[in-house]
């Protein structure tokens, strides 16, 4: 290998082992262009209006200022209510159901209990799974300056983004040969035009299931409505793993409550998400590149396991994006055109 050659490899192993060090910081700045990107749709739209695009860029952030705002100051009053309530019901619920499972254990037999051992441990990791959530309730108020340092440096780079779209994208675009710039660009239009797509069925499908959520949890009367249904919206960005964790709360309350309440809990969070799988979603994700589901999850577990909670919840865009440039670039421009 010549010299040259072996300082082109210390180079690339070198940038490699900084891009890994700096891979939550990548991860951020990717979600500020996701966000930029969509936000910059409105932007667009109000310059249709002639409103020069500095003031449309403030109409627009002030918008989606407001609009949370006004959400915190109406749900966060409750939300915080019924959190002080959920520590003080969960233990409560955890008592009850080990209380009826020494009663199980009592009632039956033991060549039956034998082949459900488990059945044993089954309030023991429940108390270990709330302790540990207690536990580091204090390790996440500790940290909870980094997070609003981190929320600040993704507002800065996103309304960065925003105010001059077309030099950065065009920086970008410089990065590839001359001869295949404009083909970057047309790429860079159905990665935007995809993600938008997506956020906008996600946002529907997270009202939706929170809505219905909220509504079966009232029927029912489940302890702690809006916040279990406001976590069954959010965690409904997350496909595949997300549903099934938002059920984990109510059916634990249902259950220190009236255990029939949770058989009933569990067959609406099912029916809800069969209806938003096959009803709401195809119409919410009709601009979306379509997902394979197992894709979906492995992309949640292998992001997840490199960039952490943050990987997980960004894992549906990064795969979008990536798709996109499979099929244009890998797909079309190479394997499509390939010559025996």
Same mark, same amino acid.
């Given at each position: ?57 403030? &109409?627009?952030? /002030? =918008? ?10 109406? @749900?966060?009053?409750? *939300?915080? $209510? ?18 009826w499972n020494d009663w199980l254990l009592r009632v039956i037999p033991n060549n039956v209990l034998e082949n459900i051992r488990d059945l044993r441990y089954l309030t023991q990791n429940l108390e270990v799974w709330l302790n540990q959530i207690l536990n580091n309730f204090f390790f996440l108020l500790t940290r909870s300056l980094n997070v609003i340092l981190g929320l600040l440096f993704f507002v800065a780079l996103t309304i960065m983004f925003m105010a001059n779209t077309s030099s950065y994208r065009r920086g970008f675009i410089l990065l590839f040969p001359a001869f295949y710039r404009q083909r970057v660009d047309e790429i860079m239009n159905k990665c935007a035009y995809?993600?938008?797509?997506? &956020?906008?069925? /996600? =946002? ?10 909220? @509504?079966?949890?009232? *029927?029912? $009367? ?119």
């Amino acid at each position: 290998m010549r010299f040259g050659q072996c300082i082109s490899l210390l180079a690339i192993v070198i940038s490699l082992y900084i891009l890994w060090q700096i891979r939550q910081i990548i991860l951020i700045v990717f979600a500020s262009v996701t966000l930029a990107t969509v936000l910059n749709q409105l932007v667009i739209f109000l310059q249709r209006f002639r409103i020069k695009r500095s003031i449309a860029i403030f &109409i627009s952030i /002030t =918008l989606v200022g407001l609009i949370l705002g006004g959400f915190s100051a109406l @749900i966060l009053p409750r *939300i915080t $209510q019924q959190l002080q309530q959920f520590s003080y019901l969960m233990p409560m619920a955890l008592e009850r159901i080990r209380l009826w499972n020494d009663w199980l254990l009592r009632v039956i037999p033991n060549n039956v209990l034998e082949n459900i051992r488990d059945l044993r441990y089954l309030t023991q990791n429940l108390e270990v799974w709330l302790n540990q959530i207690l536990n580091n309730f204090f390790f996440l108020l500790t940290r909870s300056l980094n997070v609003i340092l981190g929320l600040l440096f993704f507002v800065a780079l996103t309304i960065m983004f925003m105010a001059n779209t077309s030099s950065y994208r065009r920086g970008f675009i410089l990065l590839f040969p001359a001869f295949y710039r404009q083909r970057v660009d047309e790429i860079m239009n159905k990665c935007a035009y995809s993600l938008v797509g997506w &956020i906008k069925g /996600t =946002l529907i499908t997270m009202l939706f299931i929170a809505v219905a959520s909220y @509504i079966g949890l009232i *029927i029912f $009367q489940v302890p702690l409505p809006l916040v279990n249904a406001l976590l069954a919206g959010f965690l409904e960005f997350i496909p595949n793993i997300g549903p099934t964790l938002s059920a984990i709360p109510p059916v634990i309350l249902a259950l220190g409550d009236e255990p029939w309440k949770a058989v009933f809990i569990v067959l609406w969070y099912v029916a809800i998400q069969q209806l938003e799988s096959f009803v709401v979603l195809p119409l919410a994700m009709r601009s979306q590149v379509s997902l394979l589901p197992a894709v979906t999850l492995l992309s949640i577990v292998i992001f997840g396991s490199i960039f952490g909670f943050l990987g997980v919840f960004l894992a549906v865009p990064l795969v979008i994006v990536l798709q996109v440039w499979i099929q244009e670039v890998l797909v079309k421009d190479v394997l499509n055109k390939w010559d025996n």
